[in-house]
């Protein structure tokens, strides 16, 4: 079985200071990763994710995560967070053994608040 | 595409009433899903299905059935609410939910959500 751990529930943060939010996991197969985000009053949307190959990935915002295999770790990361980026951000992971179950196993979230 | 629809958005219920949230999807996809959000708690998976006519239970699947008698429509009925069920609902959809699918199509797809009150 998979489980994910955000290791903080609330990061406030100044508007263009840089901003890291921190995803560790546990699983005995490898596994998918990914960071959703959630605006106020909105459903979640896909940020980025890991599937393989490199082990940094972006989205179009800034955003990127770095998959660290050995620390079990996909924190999510921006250099300069803007107003907009106000939200709660939740981390998943996925196994991608084949034949293993695929559920999508979340953590609690971290809310994002972003202040001018 | 709608992408994945939900209905209703908000509904207010008494204790004991029971009630079906709607969840359909235009993608043809096979895995569909329900999660349950409270604060605190991240999300919760309710019921999950791989396809028509195959369903199973999540992580918190009590007081919660559901079928799926097509590929599109994955409805989520409460039996007999009870103010514990007050809570966001999301259903998500994705291509397939076999680990090692092909991984652009490993996307969970996610609806706009449903907000329940439980008087």
Same mark, same amino acid.
């Given at each position: ?5 955000? =290791?903080?529930?609330?990061?406030? %943060? ?5 901003? +890291?939010?921190?995803? *560790?996991? $546990? ?23 890991? =599937?393989?190959?490199?082990?940094? %990935? ?5 955003? +990127?995560?770095?998959? *660290?295999? $050995? ?46 | ?119």
């Amino acid at each position: 079985a998979q489980s994910v751990t955000q =290791l903080d529930s609330q990061v406030p %943060v100044f508007e263009e200071a840089p901003v +890291e939010l921190r995803c *560790n996991y $546990s699983s005995s197969v490898s596994v998918y990763l990914f960071w959703y985000v959630q605006y106020p009053n909105q459903g979640l949307q896909l940020l980025l994710k890991y =599937l393989s190959g490199s082990t940094l %990935v972006e989205s179009i915002n800034g955003f +990127e995560a770095e998959f *660290n295999k $050995s620390q079990t770790s996909f924190h999510l990361r921006k250099p300069s967070v803007h107003i907009s980026d106000t939200a709660e951000y939740f981390c998943a992971v996925r196994a991608n053994y084949g034949g293993s179950q695929g559920n999508l196993i979340f953590g609690k979230g971290t809310k994002l608040s972003v202040k001018p | 595409n709608a992408g994945v629809t939900q209905t209703p958005k908000f509904q207010v219920l008494k204790t004991g009433q029971s009630m079906t949230l709607q969840c359909a999807q235009d993608m043809n996809h096979e895995y569909m899903s329900w999660y349950r959000q409270d604060p605190g708690m991240g999300l919760r998976l309710i019921h999950y299905s791989v396809g028509a006519g195959i369903t199973d239970q999540g992580e918190v699947p009590n007081g919660y059935n559901v079928s799926r008698s097509t590929t599109e429509d994955f409805p989520l009925r409460l039996l007999s609410a009870a103010p514990s069920q007050t809570s966001v609902y999301f259903c998500a959809s994705s291509y397939s939910w076999l680990a090692g699918a092909q991984p652009n199509t490993d996307t969970q797809y996610f609806g706009p959500g449903t907000r329940l009150t439980v008087l």
